[in-house]
């Protein structure tokens, strides 16, 4: 790998310094800092503006133009820390408490310079099912939201946050995480993202450090392209990192696969994930307390590049998205995958039948709405339109930048195996459970495609050239309540 050794050290050598984390450890970008010579697009600067209830919301993203197709070009940077409870500690009330107004304080310090765009900075704290049932479960019973979509359990409606599970595609050592919270961290500005880290988690004179509260047990950093009309990102760094088959990553490639990820066409618009936005859906319309939140699905993946680009540009067109889908001159990064490109049950079964699965197709019987809907709040959503919101980006490490192990050591893998962070924002977690199982072919009606027609991994869209490694499925609270959620109920 091309790297200065220096810099390489701060990255691998950090240590524990009295139970807290090095500023190298939570700050450093490592093998990532290439990134700031050339990935960091122009954007006009946005006036400060009052942040929205949708913590996953981004201000005025940049759309652009590639084969005629509108394209999202989302943060450069995109990091993720997930935490426990600090286990020192004796998590009394009116400790929630007051660890409940300092993380409020420390997000509104850090947040306060800049606007909520991709060149300013936007942070998503998202919360695990065991933080809720060890430290609030007497309100969480009470203010939990409920999946109106799944069936009643013992006459209880079942809850809109699950556990995460395995899938079929899974092996059994897919690790099921159990993380109390995780920060989302998102900006263009590398040097924006590390201050924000460093004094929230590292720097102990900071008026914004929370680090004592929590057990920060992982960071989760990449890169999301540019490509298009700039360098690939993705291609640069695998080269760098002599990734096996990086010289067949298209050189206009946003992510290391080779395809665009970010058409507003194929993602949920506006506030559609939102608890309380689409009817039926929860039973937090029109005032239940986590309106304006939403699930999240976080996982790792690796990515066998060798194995994907030893097919023909013709083959990934067809495993990604179906293989009806007209193959465009190769080297087409953006491929339409709009309500009009939405396949139909009938296709998806003949393509099964005849041998194979493609990825977006499946996907599509599971995340685009089956029919025109109005929502709760009178606005229209036509047939075919996204509901998830896709945040994806790639990495080379694996599975993370550093992690801290079932011993509690701090493992720091090196950065040389190409994988994918995918975060995904949903209404509810069965939502993406239907999505994700329909990804490996048993659709939501019930319709197992892989017994009917004696599919494997290999002939199921992207399943042979993407695996898991880790999993775990968190709750995103509005923003009044993002700090230490339901503790002011105790």
């Keep these: 790998m091309e790297s200065d050794s220096g810099s390489e050290m701060n990255r691998r050598a950090f ?7 090095s500023a190298a450890a939570v700050a450093g970008r490592g093998v990532y800092a290439v990134l700031d010579d050339f990935a960091a697009p122009a954007r006009a600067s946005a006036a400060n503006v009052s942040r929205w209830q949708e913590q996953y919301l981004i201000d005025s993203l940049e759309v652009i133009l590639d084969n005629a197709t509108p394209v999202i070009i989302p943060p450069v940077y995109n990091d993720v820390f997930t935490a426990k409870l600090a286990p020192d500690r004796t998590w009394s009330k009116s400790a929630l408490a007051a660890a409940q107004k300092r993380l409020e304080s420390a997000l509104s310090r850090v947040e306060s310079p800049y606007p909520a765009t991709a060149d300013g900075l936007t942070i998503v704290v998202a919360w ?4 809720f049932r060890m430290f609030v479960p007497v309100p969480w019973q009470a203010k939990a939201p409920r999946d109106k979509l799944l069936p009643a359990v013992n006459g209880q409606p079942q809850l809109a946050l699950l556990d995460a599970i395995r899938f079929p595609s899974d092996s059994s050592d897919v690790a099921l995480e159990d993380n109390h919270v995780a920060f989302k961290v998102r900006s263009d500005s590398s040097a924006i993202v ?5 004094q929230l988690f590292s720097d102990t004179s900071s008026p914004a450090y929370v680090g004592d509260l929590l057990q920060l047990t992982s960071r989760r950093i990449g890169f999301a392209g540019r490509g298009f009309d700039t360098p690939s990102v993705a291609k640069t760094l695998a080269l760098k990192a002599g990734v096996t088959a990086a010289q067949s990553i298209p050189d206009r ?3 290391t696969m080779g395809f665009t990820s970010t058409q507003p066409a194929a993602l949920g618009p506006d506030n559609i994930v939102s608890f309380e936005t689409l009817p039926g859906m929860t039973d937090q319309f029109p005032s239940g307390y986590f309106a304006h939140g939403c699930a999240m699905h976080l996982s790792h993946l690796d990515l066998d590049l060798g194995v994907w680009y030893g097919r023909s540009y013709g083959q990934r067109v067809a495993r990604m998205f179906a293989p009806s889908t007209p193959v465009p001159p190769d080297g087409t990064v953006t491929i339409p995958n709009g309500p009009g490109q939405v396949a139909t049950l009938a296709q998806v079964e003949s393509d099964a039948a005849a041998g194979q699965a493609g990825h977006n197709s499946l996907l599509q019987m ?5 029919a025109d809907v109005i929502d709760n709040y009178g606005r229209l959503r036509t047939k075919g339109t996204g509901i998830p919101v896709r945040e994806d980006f790639n990495t080379l490490d ?6 801290i192990d079932s ?9 040389t195996q190409p994988g994918l962070h995918f975060a995904v924002f949903v209404p509810t977690s069965s939502r993406f459970h239907a999505a994700r199982t329909a990804m490996d072919g048993v659709l939501p009606d019930g319709t197992n495609l892989r017994a009917r027609y004696g ?3 290999d002939q199921i869209g992207i399943n042979s050239s993407a695996r898991a490694t880790h999993r775990q499925n968190f709750l995103v609270p509005p923003r009044a309540h993002r700090s230490f959620p339901l503790v002011e109920l105790l």
């Excluded at 240590?15 to 984390?21: E, F, K, M, P």
């Excluded at 695990?128 to 933080?131: E, N």
């Excluded at 599971?366 to 089956?370: F, M, Q």
Aim: proline share 10%; glycine share 10%; charged share 10%.
């Design 455 to 457: 599919l494997t991994d």
């Design 253 to 255: 490639a946003q992510l």
């Design 407 to 415: 011993t509690g050591a701090v493992q720091t893998p090196p950065a």
């Design 398 to 403: 694996h599975p993370f930048a550093w992690y």
């Design 366 to 370: 599971a995340t685009r709405l089956k």
């Design 128 to 131: 695990g099912l065991p933080y």
């Design 15 to 21: 240590v524990l310094r009295g139970g807290a984390l």
């Design 194 to 198: 590390q201050s924000v880290e460093t």
